[in-house]
């Protein structure tokens, strides 16, 4: 089973920045989608930024303009680029991956997710 590890989270004040890092565990493992997900205490989980295998990129609107998604698709490492960091950014931040290409829009249409990584930010 392919596992994805995260890296990048941690505590940041207001008005900084954070870069998510995940990779696969799998060298030969070839996604489509990948992305990440966030899940505040008591809220559902919902779609930060998704990039398919080629250019095709998607942001909730909450995160446009301040976060970035990248890939690095010899390496199956996808990224995120956090800045202007807000209050309401702090979550646990899940990388995720599906087999499809066109990168799909919620959760439970990826089939592979890394365990999760704080982030915290104090206003």
């Known amino acids: 089973q392919v596992q994805l590890v995260e890296s990048g989270g941690g505590s940041v004040q207001a008005g900084g920045s954070l870069r998510l890092s995940c990779a696969a565990s799998d060298r030969t493992f070839r996604p489509g989608a990948m992305g990440w997900f966030r899940q505040a205490p008591g809220k559902e989980r919902g779609l930060v930024a998704v990039?398919?295998?080629?250019?095709?990129?998607y942001y909730t609107n909450s995160v446009k303009d301040r976060f970035t998604i990248s890939r690095d698709n010899a390496n199956n490492t996808v990224y995120l680029q956090m800045n202007s960091l807000k209050a309401e950014d702090t979550a646990v931040y899940y990388c995720a991956a599906a087999k499809r290409v066109v990168p799909p829009l919620r959760w439970d249409e990826y089939e592979y997710w890394g365990q999760g990584t704080q982030v915290t930010v104090s206003a």
């Open positions: 990039m398919g295998s080629g250019s095709s990129t």
